[in-house]
């Protein structure tokens, strides 16, 4: 069941993947961690489905990831008499927060946090952007628009307010108890939700703790003001499309996800491009071209993860979801253009002792055509600085923690196995060649890469660098 594409698959579960056979068949198709969207679902939903991977994982032989995905803030308007109205272009449209039901002339939208930052001349977007708005005249308890695009408003519709940051948390209390139930269940990640700026990294870390990796969502365009900053706090970063493209214009979203992708892979933190990448195989055995082409490119621009949605939580072809999205990792990675792109964004290593041992560990693995990089692990660190290499050999990470070991099943070219601690630098040579010999990763005569750090279990500590032969 190893993997061996570089690039590794997210799956959505729900339901159309719930089961434990349905589970099951989408790993062997390829995924290699599962999402858990807290949106959906109740507890019991997401302990039945996490105690069975946990199960597979245990038959399988090698470790799973799961992703808890909060919600966040969800702001949306009141209620309309008769569920929708129709509103014009040019038409005189207000909302407000007097809770009587909408019709033709306004709407409640109970969140007054919006009307305090609204200014006039700015828009606000309704029904992921379908109806769009301009404020005439506002205050801190209404705002007079103007329709700019028109078209059918149903009750309950999101609001998105572009140019403004929102004085909201990313954690409501719903994500709070999710997010404590979450950990309680010992998931690996955590996605966070309506990110802006730093602070709301910060907020989440504090309740999160090393218990869980913090992987932020990029779906605000105040986030992408503060993208380094994010980033460099996140161990985790996502592309979130979706969103991004409802607050954005469609034409800014490709040029965004590549800088995205390039100020992760600088910082050597995992970055996941998600959101409709086959959307068209929710209803079809097959992608249309253009998907293929846009999975693609995230993998042609070196992105450690793409993700599934509703192709797999609740698609009529899950399975088959998984298995094209891997045959195109594989295609894309065969491509001797694929390596050339990689080392044309290569960047340069920290002063540090552990980014000069993983640097010189690729040069030396190319050198010698090693068959593999071995990486002893303990908080994952090491082996995130060998995968901000791409070198082109698989990175075999070695780590006495489990919970490393399926944290590490998002990053870009690695292979976990858990393992005992470390002794002595025999036992090092030891370990390696015989994991990755069982592993599939090396055979008798081959040669390996082996870094570590001394005192050994030291996280962050790589100073050691030595080269073994298989036998």
């Known amino acids: 069941m190893r993997r061996t594409c570089n690039a590794k698959i997210v799956a959505t579960l729900g ?38 991977i946990r199960d597979l994982e245990v038959r399988n032989g090698r470790p799973i990831g799961v992703m808890a995905d909060l919600q966040g803030p969800k702001l949306r308007i009141g209620d309309i008499a008769g569920g929708h109205v129709e509103l014009p272009i040019g038409d005189a449209f207000r909302l407000d927060l007097d809770p009587a039901l909408g019709d033709r002339q306004r709407v409640a939208l109970p969140h ?29 308890a209404s705002a007079d628009m103007k329709v700019v695009t028109g078209g059918t408003l149903s009750d309950h519709k999101g609001v998105n307010v572009p140019s ?17 139930y979450a950990l309680q269940l010992g998931v690996d990640w955590v996605a966070l939700s309506f990110v802006q700026k730093p602070d709301d990294v910060a907020e989440a870390r504090k309740l999160i703790g090393q218990d869980a990796g913090v992987l932020v969502k990029l779906e605000k365009p105040a986030a992408i003001d503060r993208l380094e900053e994010i980033v460099d706090l996140a ?11 409802v607050e954005l214009p469609p034409e800014d979203v490709p040029g965004l996800q590549k800088r995205i992708i390039r100020a992760c892979r600088h910082a050597g933190k995992p970055v996941v491009v998600a959101t409709q990448m086959l959307d068209s195989m929710i209803h079809s055995p097959t992608p249309t071209r253009a998907e293929a082409s846009d999975v693609a490119t995230a993998v042609y621009d070196g992105a450690d993860a793409v993700m599934l949605s509703a192709e797999t939580a609740a698609g009529e072809y899950p399975v088959e979801s998984v298995n094209m999205m891997d045959r195109i990792i594989h295609r894309v990675e065969r491509d001797p253009l694929y390596r050339t792109i990689l080392e044309a964004e290569r960047y340069q290593p920290e002063a540090t002792s552990a980014d000069a041992i993983t640097r010189a560990a690729r040069q030396v693995a190319q050198t010698i055509s090693a068959a593999a990089i071995v990486t002893f692990t303990s908080t994952g660190s090491t082996t995130l600085r060998a995968a901000r290499e791409r070198p082109r050999v ?25 393992t005992e601690d470390l002794t002595n630098f025999g036992d090092m040579v030891e370990k390696a060649v015989a994991i990755a010999t069982r592993e599939g990763l090396a055979k008798r005569g081959d040669r390996l890469v082996v870094t570590a750090g001394v005192p050994f279990g030291t996280p962050g500590a790589t100073n050691i660098l030595r080269i ?3 036998e």
Not at 167 to 178: C, Q, Y
Request: negative net charge; glycine residues 6%; aromatic residues 4%.
């Open 15 to 52: 339901p159309s993947s719930s089961t434990a056979a349905a589970i099951a068949e989408l790993a062997e198709a390829g995924a290699d961690v599962f999402r858990l969207n807290f949106s959906h679902g109740t507890h019991e939903d997401h302990k039945l489905r996490l105690d069975t």
């Open 112 to 140: 007054p946090e919006i009307f305090s930052v609204l200014k006039p001349g700015m828009e606000v977007l309704l029904d992921d952007g379908k109806v769009r708005l301009k404020v005439d005249r506002c205050d801190p």
């Open 235 to 245: 161990d985790a970063v996502m592309v979130a499309r979706g969103d991004l493209g």
């Open 468 to 470: 073994a032969w298989a």
């Open 164 to 180: 403004a940051i929102l004085g909201v948390s990313p954690l409501t209390e719903k994500d709070r108890r999710d997010l404590s």
């Open 394 to 418: 698989r990175i075999l990470a070695l780590t006495p923690r489990k919970s490393t070991a399926r944290r590490l099943t998002l990053v870009w070219g690695v292979d976990c196995v858990e």
